[in-house]
Nanobody
């Protein structure tokens, strides 16, 4: 059974930083994707950042490029999202997700367009004010 457990959310000031962690158990694919998605009430799910578990390829939404860094620690089975220069519009519930994707599914999934694919955590709230 795959379980993804997020931590590290909370309240942070504009311009501040926070690092989210996602502890993954039961997911050991070296040819899949792990990523962070976010959703604010009333808005669609947005893919924030993702990383290919078999290499160093990463994806970032335009809205976070240059501010967020996604990384993984295979030894700890943990995914991280370092969030810097936070803005009020970064406030959302952040979800960790993992999936083994067919090539034609990759773009849509990393962008948050396929919440029915893969494994998802319960989310951690980040509030920037």
């Amino acid at each position: 059974e795959v379980q993804l457990v997020e931590s590290g959310g909370g309240s942070v000031q504009v311009g501040g930083s926070v690092t989210l962690s996602c502890e993954a158990s039961g997911y050991t694919s070296t040819s899949g994707f792990m990523g962070w998605h976010r959703q604010d009430p009333g808005k669609r799910l947005e893919g924030v950042a993702a990383i290919y578990t078999g290499g160093v390829n990463t994806y970032y939404a335009d809205s976070v490029k240059g501010r967020f860094i996604v990384s993984g620690d295979n030894a700890k089975n943990t995914l991280y999202l370092q969030m810097n220069s936070l803005k009020t519009e970064d406030s959302a519930m952040y979800y960790c997700a993992a999936a083994n994707l067919l090539p034609y599914e990759e773009v849509n999934w990393v962008r948050g367009g396929a919440p029915d694919i893969g494994y998802w955590g319960q989310g951690t709230q980040v509030t920037v004010s």
